[in-house]
């Protein structure tokens, strides 16, 4: 049961827009905080979430300083990795998921992202990178 009642407001500027959107996700966040249940899938989601953030500081800062790429090379370096992660998102996933059962399938992905964060290790070329960023999604 919710604390807060929600209260729709027309946003009078793009500015106060954001401010009403921000002020109903932190509503909800506390809705969320305030059930035990879901305190423990918000302690996961953050942890992913932080994960996340740090590998996409790595990508970013690697392809960077290693490779020297520009701004224009990142964004391109970018989307690519949004397509593949499209791609194993919508064709990948269910069919894994349809053949092994999490606790064998885990195992396998944890494997396949620590031969691909090694393989980013010593890759030489902003290739060898590309071609190893489907195991690193998909991990």
């Known amino acids: 049961q919710p604390r807060h009642t929600v209260v729709r407001r027309r946003a009078s500027s793009p500015v106060s827009a954001v401010l ?3 002020q109903s996700q932190m ?3 506390m809705d969320c905080l305030a059930n035990p249940e879901s305190r423990h899938f918000l302690v996961v989601l953050a942890c992913v979430d932080l994960g996340h953030v740090v590998e996409q500081f790595i ?3 690697s392809l960077e ?3 020297g790429l520009s701004p224009t ?3 391109v370096m970018y989307s ?5 992660s499209a791609l194993i998102m919508g064709y990948g996933i269910a069919p894994l998921t349809a ?6 399938l885990v195992p396998l992905c944890i494997l396949a992202f620590g031969v691909a ?3 980013v290790g010593l890759s030489s070329s902003v290739t060898g990178y590309a071609l190893l960023m489907p195991l690193i999604i998909g991990g």
Not at 80 to 84: A, D, L, P
Not at 99 to 104: L, N, V
């Open 27 to 29: 509503r909800a966040l």
């Open 65 to 67: 300083h290693r490779f």
């Open 20 to 22: 009403m959107h921000f």
């Open 117 to 119: 964060q090694l393989g």
């Open 80 to 84: 690519y990795s949004g397509i593949v």
């Open 99 to 104: 053949r092994f059962a999490p606790p064998e």
């Open 73 to 75: 090379e990142l964004g």
């Open 59 to 61: 990508f970013q800062v």
